[in-house]
């Protein structure tokens, strides 16, 4: 069954039971208003008839006295003996009523609803006898019948609007979905990412929907445009070496086992390249492995100690001069070596690309540290900056080719800060160096 049919069935259905308990309840209670009302007038008559025998002497006719307080369409027995009756004889004549606990009951006679009211009398030989007077309730049978069609038809009335609602319901919650299904089955038969139109002015569940199914496929649309692209570059990036190492090859079989000159340089040239593309493979695993959610180990650590083992062994292994400079005693909760990770792709960017002093510093800015690392090499041109921590990209080819750079380590760099909670700032002016700021949260829940 279709979620339409279920909310147009469920609504309808639901509805119809409330209407039909309110009618049934509305009818009762008038049912036993209108029995309350006659069985208290019935009484009344029935105390007056009691009051008239108590005065009533052996002279006095009983007949003529029961006469006188007979109901309409009623009639009047003592000790089980019929002694009056009206109009209804008839449907009265072989009738008793059975009256047990309560003074007074309410029964059908062929049809007809007979309210029947009990009492003991003194009867004029001494004797207490019971007095039961009885009256056919024909006007509170019709008024009731009324009343059972005017509800038969306020509930067939009341529920045209309540199927045309359940209908508009089901199409403003299934409309939507269908919208939704089609986007979903165009976009896998086309392959292309559709998205949802809808109105602006809606602010409901169905618009958050909408609004949450566009933004996942825009997501899934830049992912994929960035897959395909991180696709291209990395067979960009790995054509060229195979090509330098292939052309090499070609070289050293033509002239290289009589040439010594050529075959050391196409040795050398092939090394060369196959380090390089042997660097490049594994930092496209390290991006890889980036993507998967990787487990970061957090604890408290010293910031200033875990700069200093990162600088101290790079100082020797490059003979350059790495300042630091910063405070003791920096406490953060972070992962100490994903932390030197990222610190050493940045110092050794700058090593790359500077042949000056490299300077870092550390300093308290309330609820986080700053590290500031500077070198004074050539600089970024402003309008690359914002394009640094993208893959593949490069400020300049033929610099990345002499210092074996990738254009893969900033994305690498980026996708640890993201993971470390660590906020990552590059500010550079073209030939007069490159400032890069990392800032670090002191506690996890500060960034």
Sequence with gaps: MKIRTKIHLFSTLLMFVILILTNTGVYFLFEKMAYDTEREQLQSQVKELTASFSKMTAQNDPAVIIRAHL????????????????????????????????????????????????????????????????????????NLMALKLVLAGVTLLAMLPVVFSSIGLSRIVINPIEKLIATMSQSRKSGTYEKIQMSVDRKDEMAQMALTFNEMMEQL?????????????ASHELKTPLTVIESYARLLTRRGFDNRDVAEEAVGAILSESVRMKSMIEQLLQLAKNDELATFQFEETDLFDQ???????????????????GIKDSIVTTDSERFRQLLYIFLDNARKYSDDLVKITLQDEGDSYAIAITDYGNGIP???????FNRFYRVEEDR?????????????????????????????????????????????DSH
């Design 71 to 142: 109901p309409d369409n009623g009639a009047i027995s003592v000790a089980g003996q019929r002694l009056g009756s009206g109009e209804a004889t008839t449907l009265l004549k072989d009738y008793t009523p059975t009256i047990t606990n309560d003074s007074y009951t309410v029964e059908k006679v062929n049809g007809t609803s007979v309210l029947s009211v009990s009492s003991p009398v003194i009867w004029n030989n001494g004797d207490v006898v019971q007095l039961d007077m009885m009256q056919l309730l024909v006007n509170v049978d019709r």
């Design 221 to 233: 649309e830049q992912n994929y445009k960035q897959q395909e692209q991180f696709v291209s570059n």
């Design 307 to 325: 700069i200093e083992k990162t600088v101290k062994p790079m100082r020797q292994a490059y003979a350059r001069q790495f300042d630091f400079e």
């Design 382 to 388: 402003q309008e690359a900056l914002p394009h640094v």
């Design 400 to 444: 990345n080719r002499k210092t074996g750079g990738t254009g893969l380590g900033l994305a690498i760099a980026k996708q640890l800060a993201d993971g470390l909670g660590a906020g990552l700032k590059m500010e550079s002016i073209s030939g007069m160096g490159t400032t890069v700021r990392i800032t670090i949260p002191k506690r996890l």
